[in-house]
Every structure is written in C-alpha cells, then in structure tokens.
C-alpha cells in the first residue's frame, strides 16, 4: 500500500489554474507536517510549499507565493496544492512528502526536501506557453 498518492495533474496553458491532491493512507496524518516539492528534467527537488500538521503554519518558495495556496483537511487524510496564474516554468513532477512530528516532538515545518521521510510517487504538471 503506497502511503501517498498525489492527483490532479495535467497540461493546462499558462495563466490557468489546477488543483492537486495528496491523499495519505496507512498513517496518522495529523502527526505529519505536509509538503509539495517540483522536479524539473535533469533537476534537483524544489521546495514548493509546506503546511503544518494541524495547518496553522504554511510555508512557501517565493516564486509561488500570492499564485499557489496549500491546505490540508485531517479529517480526509489529504493535502491539497491549489496552484493559480500557472507558467511554463512551473512544469515539473510534483511531489507530495510528509515528515513525521507529533506534537510532543516539538519539530516545526521545514523546507528542506530531507526532513521529509515519506515521498509519492508523484503528478506531472506541464503548463504550455
């Protein structure tokens, strides 16, 4: 059973919108903080967005901040990217992660693609010029 499985990918033109949706399972969501990262061909993860286990906190790149909003709903298991005003250089594999950080651990939401210990197996996203 794959813990994460992201969705709602596709090839949509620039300036437009898509949603994508991370639904977990096999783990207590609500003890993980959640987190997008893009895969560009040839290049490194990229830190997209992240949210914190109970989605007080959310953290984004700059290059997404104002377009792209992360949420999570606990009682669904899933983590959502609403992603808006799309451009080409968004095209990447998206990927959903999760760290585990129960409350009594203390541990904040990161940026850092290595806190991060559970991976999907990722959605294309390709945004047309």
């Known amino acids: 059973q794959v813990p994460l499985v992201e969705s709602g990918g596709g090839l949509v033109q620039a300036g437009t919108s898509l949603r994508l949706s991370c639904a977990a399972s096999g783990l207590t969501f609500s003890q993980y903080h959640m987190a997008w990262f893009g895969q560009a061909p040839g290049k490194e993860h990229k830190f997209v967005a992240a949210i914190s286990r109970d989605g007080s906190t959310t953290l984004y790149a700059d290059s997404v901040k104002g377009r792209f909003t992360i949420t999570r709903d606990n009682a669904k298991n899933t983590v959502y990217l609403q992603m808006g005003r799309l451009a080409p250089e968004d095209t990447a594999v998206y990927y959903c992660?999760?760290?585990?950080?129960?409350?009594?651990?203390?541990?904040?939401?990161?940026?850092?693609?290595?806190?991060?210990?559970?991976w999907g197996q990722g959605t294309q996203v390709t945004v047309s010029s």
């Open positions: 992660a999760a760290d585990y950080a129960p409350e009594y651990s203390g541990r904040n939401v990161r940026r850092g693609w290595t806190e991060y210990g559970t």
